[in-house]
């Protein structure tokens, strides 16, 4: 952290800043000197064809990767110089919706969400089971408390996978191709449930997505990751982006879906 870091109030830093970070694949280079900052509450969506390292980005953000070259901070702390206990409590502020929800087979969904709990936390069990039945009641799966992942559907898991991403009340929540998989009508629910959570409870949200309607349902600002130039090729909000971004790239993925159908005006 640099001195200027250190005598700065946290609530005046950004909630998170990336500079000058390079990721990787392996021993090849993904993507080179990426810089961002987020505000706290802030939406954020990464978007960019095939091969342009969206979910690795994802990867660095939450620690699953090393950053070898750049600096990842979270209210001005960097994230690779955190020690242990002040670490742990960083990552407690994650929460992380990763594509097939991530759930323990063995376990039910009411187990599932109760997980973090117990691992972070020294509440009684009463306490919570009631916290595992509002987070699950959140994402309206209250009456499946007792059902296993093999027993309910795609979107259903998904919704599981975020109530457990929430179970800490994490200031972060992080979405690796949330609407993946999932039929039109469960990929704009759950669109509605993410904009939910940060409208009630301020929570910063990172989105890795190529899905155009989740992109413009949830409107927020986005991150063009460009695996020709290795770069952040646009920061800006997804509607002014699609009409005026100046490379002809961004305005043709903004305005198409994958099968080459424009996408209707908003």
């Known amino acids: 952290m640099s001195k200027a870091e250190e005598r700065t109030p946290a609530h005046t ?14 021993e090849r280079v993904v993507m080179r000197h990426i810089s961002f ?18 979910s690795t980005l994802l ?32 990552v407690q ?20 969400v109760a997980l973090p709990l117990q691992r972070h936390t020294s509440l009684p069990p009463d306490t919570i089971a009631d916290i595992v039945s509002l987070k699950l009641a959140l994402v309206g799966l209250e009456k499946s408390q007792h059902l296993y992942p093999s027993e309910i559907s795609g979107g259903m898991r998904k919704l599981a996978g975020l109530a457990r991403a929430m179970a800490l009340d994490p200031r972060i929540l992080f979405f690796d191709e949330p609407s993946a998989g999932l039929d039109p009508i469960s990929a704009r629910h759950l669109d509605e449930l993410i904009l939910n959570v940060n409208r009630s409870f301020g929570t910063t949200l990172v989105i890795v997505t190529h899905d155009l309607e989740s992109i413009f349902k949830i409107n927020g600002r986005v991150l063009f990751l460009d695996a020709e130039t290795q770069s952040v090729l646009a920061d800006g909000p997804a509607r002014e982006l699609r009409e005026h971004a100046p490379q002809e790239k961004i305005r043709q993925f903004l305005r198409f879906h994958s099968d080459g159908a424009p996408i209707h005006q908003r």
């Open 13 to 26: 830093l950004p909630f998170l800043q990336v500079k000058d970070l390079e990721t990787r694949y392996g």
């Open 37 to 54: 900052e987020l505000q706290a509450g802030e939406i954020c969506l990464i978007i960019g064809g095939s091969g342009c390292g969206k």
């Open 59 to 90: 990867r660095y953000l939450i620690g699953l990767l090393p950053s070898e070259a750049g600096h990842i901070f979270y209210q001005g702390i960097d994230f690779a110089l955190a020690d242990g206990p002040q670490h742990e409590q960083m």
């Open 93 to 112: 502020q994650f929460g992380v919706l990763f594509q097939g929800g991530a759930l323990w087979s063995d376990m039910s969904l009411a187990e599932n």
